[in-house]
């Protein structure tokens, strides 16, 4: 595989066919990468190498994302990082002044690091493996040709444009994807916020072993600790933020406690620039074609609140492994199977922090009732605490459970305006926080509408195409397999 060749007269080269090219070195691409190899599989890994030290991105790993890492063989990774252990979610509510402890199931934890540290080991390791072939600070830059049989694209590497057959392209080129785009795959993309990320002494964070989320102030604002004595603090700004928009508006921080305040503070005075992100959904309108499929953020990407995304990232590397194993024929099957696992987690992961992010982050009447609900829903209930954080983390994938844990809520927050220490007038949020209802449970039937046709789909109209054209049955009933 590394046989390259660079025509004298051109100047473009040519590369040795692989099984696979995957477009994108970060945790979706060298997951995939590791999958693949696994199956005995050649894998040409294509990185445009993007300098993590500069990025505001994952640096909490929930504990299915670090059992999945230790599954696809990344185990002496994760040993060897210098990480900080993670036990679940401390919530910390403005009004009224509470922190409720969401923990993870018990036995299991999670991890954090400095996300330069943690992508930059998985590519080092993965680029070890037999079978994998790692083309740094190179970029694909077009596809040529996709069908059933495969794919022809071109990449460019030191100002060499290459072109290369595969069998299967994968996208982990990250939430923008240019790939997607190459693909000609629809997407729909909202902005949503702006994140600001600075670094402060992890002292001043109240509860150590936990991701803090401070929520119903005038901003919403994470933290975790990253190393030891340092901690991330990503402070959520209204879209078209900078630094000089905290700086002028001190007050918005009034959320935090006083030394996680000052600690922030004295950053933004004295620290390196801090990094910055924009908070984006992302969402593909399918993610294969052909001989071509989307993993990673490239498939779906939405705002970082339930830390998800890199947990994300290495499901899908399980769920294509596992369906190039089961359909080791014809490359669709294996896709086909691929989009349909996925897709109900994905579809709860994304509800879900766009439901919570509401929750935490807006100031109108129905949400800060719905914000009551969680503090008392939370505070009553040790099983509803560990529900939520399950779903938060993607342990918990089915949509009907997210519906079922939101009306919770919703009840919990009705129990909460009719409490004797609930001022007078709460029960005129009623009727907002019903209507604020609205949209996750139109979510959650639309899911299961979906799920009920991908059902029908397998178990009666792919059957009956398939006697349709063993001449089994009438064609007129026969129905087109969909994607
Ligand atoms: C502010 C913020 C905080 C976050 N916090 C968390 C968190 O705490 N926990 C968590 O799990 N997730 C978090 N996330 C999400 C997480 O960072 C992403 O889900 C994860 O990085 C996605 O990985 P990926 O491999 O799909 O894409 P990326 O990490 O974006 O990697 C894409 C790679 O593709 C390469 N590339 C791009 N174009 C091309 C091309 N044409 N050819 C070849 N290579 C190309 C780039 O160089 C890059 O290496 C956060 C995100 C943000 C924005």
Not at 222 to 242: E, H, K, N, W
Request: charged share 20%.
């Amino acid at each position: 595989m590394n046989h390259r060749q660079v025509d004298p007269e051109s100047g473009e080269g040519r590369v040795g066919d692989v099984d696979v090219v995957i477009a994108g070195g970060g945790p979706a691409g060298c997951a995939v990468a590791a999958a693949l190899a696994e199956l005995g599989l050649s894998v040409l890994l294509v990185d445009a190498g993007v300098d993590r030290h500069k990025q505001l991105a994952g640096e909490l790993l929930h504990p299915t994302g670090v059992r999945d890492l230790r599954a696809l063989g990344f185990g002496d990774v994760v040993d060897a990082w210098q990480s900080q252990p993670v036990r679940g979610f401390a919530v910390r509510f403005q009004a009224p002044a509470r922190t409720l402890i969401l923990p993870y199931g018990s036995g299991v934890t999670g991890l954090s690091l400095d996300h330069a540290t943690l992508t930059n080991s998985l590519l080092e390791s993965v680029a070890r493996r037999p079978g994998v072939t790692l083309l740094g600070r190179a970029r694909v830059t077009a596809v040529e040709h996709n069908d059933a049989r495969g794919v022809r694209l071109r990449f460019s590497q030191q100002g060499i444009e290459h072109t290369l057959h595969a069998r299967l392209l994968v996208a982990a080129d990250g939430r923008a994807s240019p790939v997607r785009r190459m693909l000609g795959i629809a997407e729909h993309h909202a902005r949503i916020s702006t994140m600001l990320g600075v670094t402060v002494d992890s002292a001043c964070l109240t509860h150590p072993g936990h991701g803090h989320q401070f929520v119903g102030g005038p901003l919403h604002v994470l933290a975790y600790a990253i190393q030891p004595g340092v901690a991330r603090v990503m402070v959520d700004l209204p879209l078209g933020s900078t630094a000089q928009t905290l700086k002028g508006h001190p007050e918005l921080l009034h959320t935090l406690p006083s030394g996680l305040k000052a600690e922030v503070w004295r950053a933004l005075e004295e620290g390196p620039a801090p990094r910055m992100a924009s908070n984006d959904d992302w969402l593909a309108e399918t993610v294969w074609v052909e001989s071509a499929v989307l993993v990673g953020d490239a498939a779906a990407c939405c705002h970082p609140l339930t830390a998800s995304g890199m947990a994300s990232c290495f499901h899908d590397a399980r769920a294509l492994q596992e369906a190039l194993r089961r359909h080791p024929g014809p490359v669709h099957r294996a896709l086909e199977h691929y989009a349909r696992e996925r897709r109900p987690a994905q579809r709860t992961r994304v509800a879900l922090a766009s439901a919570l992010y509401s929750a935490f982050a807006r100031h109108d009447e129905g949400m800060r009732a719905l914000r009551q609900g969680l503090l008392h829903y939370w505070e009553h209930s040790p099983r509803g605490a560990r529900a939520s954080m399950a779903l938060l983390s993607s342990e918990e994938p089915r949509m009907r459970v997210m519906t079922r844990e939101y009306l919770r809520v919703v009840g919990h927050a009705l129990i909460a305006m009719l409490s004797p220490q609930a001022q007078a007038g709460r029960l005129r949020s009623a009727a907002p926080l019903l209507r604020a209802s609205g949209p996750p449970l139109r979510d959650a039937v639309a899911s299961a509408v979906e799920q009920m046709g991908s059902w029908l789909h397998r178990r009666v109209r792919r059957p009956v195409y398939r006697l349709a054209r063993a001449g089994w049955a009438s064609p007129r009933r026969a129905f087109a397999s969909s994607r």
